[in-house]
């Protein structure tokens, strides 16, 4: 059973250091990031105030 956790570590590991890799976690997590802040109710709400004030001023 600890081999195969070492065995997971060790390959994750090879996918970490892999800028490639890293790239399309970093657009993934943003993606992801961007989606879960429309989500949520309270973050929603902050977003549409300010989309109500920018459009006040104009």
Same mark, same amino acid.
């Given at each position: 059973?600890?081999? %195969?956790?070492l065995q =997971?570590? #060790?390959?994750?590991?090879g996918?970490a250091?892999?800028p490639?890799v890293?790239?399309?976690? =970093?657009? @993934?997590g943003a993606?992801?990031?961007? /989606?879960? #802040?429309?989500?949520?109710?309270?973050? /929603? &709400?902050?977003?549409? &105030? /300010?989309? %109500?004030q920018a @459009?006040? &001023?104009?």
């Open positions: 059973m600890l081999d %195969a956790i =997971a570590f #060790v390959t994750m590991n996918f250091t892999n490639v890293l790239l399309v976690l =970093a657009f @993934a993606y992801l990031g961007s /989606r879960v #802040v429309e989500i949520i109710p309270f973050t /929603r &709400r902050i977003i549409e &105030r /300010r989309e %109500a @459009a006040e &001023r104009d």
